[in-house]
T-cell receptor, first 115, second 113 residues
Framework: AQSVTQLGSHVSVSEGALVLLRCNYS??????LFWYVQYPNQGLQLLLK??????LVKGINGFEAEFKKSETSFHLTKPSAHMSDAAEYFC?????????????FGRGTQLTVWP | DARVTQTPRHKVTEMGQEVTMRCQPI?????VFWYRQTMMQGLELLAY????????DSGMPKDRFSAEMPDATLATLKIQPSEPRDSAVYFC???????????FGEGSWLTVV
């Protein structure tokens, strides 16, 4: 079975500081991996995705994530946090190993950005 | 700009009433997911369809919830009768069966009083 673990349900950084949100997954086959962002009272917006092309994936709003197969990780980073980055971030893995194929989500990480 | 469309965006209803939420997936997407989000449980997969056929609805309370896809452009999630514990945000998402493009709607915010 697939699973996604997001380390840290809450992360706080100062404006301008590095953002690092951690995601580890388990999968029987190389997965497709996603990061979604959810702003307050809004839906989930696709931030970036890894679909077995380049291991370093760039997304919207200056975010990027690196797929590391040896570490089964897909951590999300941004060099310099902005106040507008405050939101909840979800890591997800698509189960390619099953004929059913479904998306598994982590529990989410709430990012707070301090001025 | 293609997007998943959900209606209603907000719904307040009384306990015992029927609630129907609708979703229009992105044209050409053959997989549709229904998720429920609450503070306590996070994102839960309720059901999903491929080519209009239900693949998995094990996450859905069978006694009161039902999900259907009458056609390729419409998915519905029905709760009858509704209960206060059903208060949540219900998201629809659609994608290709290959799984490399999955997009969410804005959600239906349900409050059952």
């Amino acid at each position: 079975a697939q699973s996604v673990t997001q380390l840290g349900s809450h992360v706080s950084v100062s404006e301008g500081a590095l953002v690092l949100l951690r995601c580890n997954y388990s999968s029987s086959v190389p997965p497709y991996l996603f990061w979604y962002v959810q702003y307050p009272n809004q839906g989930l917006q696709l931030l970036l995705k890894y679909t077995s092309a380049a291991t370093l994936v760039k997304g919207i709003n200056g975010f990027e994530a690196e797929f590391k197969k040896s570490e089964t990780s897909f951590h999300l980073t941004k060099p310099s946090a902005h106040m507008s980055d405050a939101a909840e971030y979800f890591c997800a893995v698509f189960d390619r190993g099953s004929t059913l194929g479904r998306l598994y989500f982590g529990r989410g990480t709430q990012l707070t950005v301090w001025p | 700009d293609a997007r998943v469309t959900q209606t209603p965006r907000h719904k307040v209803t009384e306990m015992g009433q029927e609630v129907t939420m609708r979703c229009q997936p992105i044209l050409g997407h053959n997989t549709v997911f229904w998720y429920r989000q609450t503070m306590m449980q996070g994102l839960e997969l309720l059901a999903y369809f491929r080519n209009r056929a239900p693949l998995d609805d094990s996450g859905m309370p069978k006694d009161r919830f039902s999900a259907e896809m009458p056609d390729a452009t419409l998915a519905t999630l029905k709760i009858q009768p509704s209960e206060p514990r059903d208060s949540a945000v219900y998201f629809c998402a659609s994608g290709q069966s290959s799984g490399n493009t999955i997009y969410f709607g804005e959600g239906s915010w349900l409050t059952v009083v």
